[in-house]
């Protein structure tokens, strides 16, 4: 470890187990807060994750080297004349456990005011110390879309595999930095496979905390890594603020006006999009099996009756 690495990060002794089960790497998701981060899902996704399921610090980041305090000032606790509490700012690297105690690491905490040069490569050492083979880093943004169409997440990445059939940006785009897209940059740059994610959220709720949002994220998660989230409580949070939503556009014609545009905007975009990427997922749909998946399964399934003497249960009836 070199000594700017010594300065950036604190390694935790003795360390959590990472490795799983099988020999596959464990896969990184970055979860940065303070850039991108429509509905507040970005930080809800990290947290949802961390307070659902077990987890333990690995590696706790250096504040001082990355954080400028006047840009993002901790509240402060003053208590009968005296300076009783200041609220941390914790950026660390933890090992999360899924529910079927599958190990995958998340990096969650306030995105670097400082340093992103430095801070993605002693990420991107942390990730080769630890075996991670894919990356997946989180965004979510305002668009006009509406809160009556299906969720959009588009990606973007390094892996044409990875991209396969996802939604992904027809367009050449100039967007502000982050900490996130340095570090996604040097982790292909090292030739890891690293994804983004970002989650469509309807302007209009954009400053406010939008589950339906985080519940993407968090599904996409799942699907694309193969982890179990535990997603009851954030779907409950969903259908509790879309029921919201759908009674005061009930009650104002002028909101539904500004719906029904946006409605027929979105049906538009995706069909066009359909038309060119006649074969990709769209929001809403369900990721269909291959012919080969499908005949992968029925041998499978052939096996087991093999297996089974080829008795059935019509069989055993008679």
Request: proline content about 6%.
């Amino acid at each position: 470890m070199s000594d700017n690495n010594d300065r950036m990060y604190e390694l935790e002794y003795p360390s959590p187990e990472v490795s799983g089960s099988n020999a596959e790497g464990p896969t990184l998701i970055v979860a940065l807060q303070g850039y991108a981060d429509a509905g507040h899902a970005v930080e809800a996704s990290s947290s949802h994750m961390l307070a659902a399921l077990d987890h333990r610090l690995i590696a706790s980041f250096n504040n001082d080297e990355l954080i400028d305090y006047r840009s993002r000032r901790p509240a402060v606790v003053i208590e009968h004349n005296e300076v009783t509490e200041i609220d941390p700012l914790n950026l660390g690297l933890h090992v999360v456990r899924d529910t079927d105690n599958k190990p995958f690491l998340v990096l969650a905490g306030p995105e670097p005011d400082l340093r992103w040069g430095a801070f993605s490569n002693a990420v991107a050492d942390l990730a080769d110390k630890f075996g991670v083979e894919n990356t997946i880093c989180l965004y979510a943004a305002p668009m006009t879309v509406p809160h009556t169409r299906p969720t959009v997440v588009s990606t973007h990445g390094s892996s044409a595999h990875r991209l396969k059939d996802q939604f992904t940006m027809d367009a050449r785009l100039t967007v502000p930095g982050s900490a996130s897209l340095m570090l996604e940059k040097v982790l292909a740059e090292r030739g890891k496979n690293v994804a983004g994610y970002t989650v469509h959220v309807p302007h209009y709720v954009a400053a406010s905390a939008y589950p339906a949002a985080t519940l993407k994220l968090l599904q996409s998660i799942s699907e694309s890594a193969n982890l179990n989230l535990p997603l009851m409580a954030i779907e409950r949070d969903a259908e509790k603020v879309h029921r919201q939503l759908m009674d005061q556009t009930a009650e104002s014609a002028e909101i539904q006006h500004v719906v029904g545009a946006l409605e027929q905007q979105y049906d538009e975009e995706l069909e066009r999009y359909r038309d060119r990427h006649p074969q990709a997922v769209m929001p809403g749909e369900s990721d269909l099996p291959s012919g080969d998946e499908i005949g992968a399964e029925f041998e499978k399934f052939l096996a087991g009756l093999d297996d089974n003497g080829g008795s059935t249960e019509s069989d055993s009836a008679e």
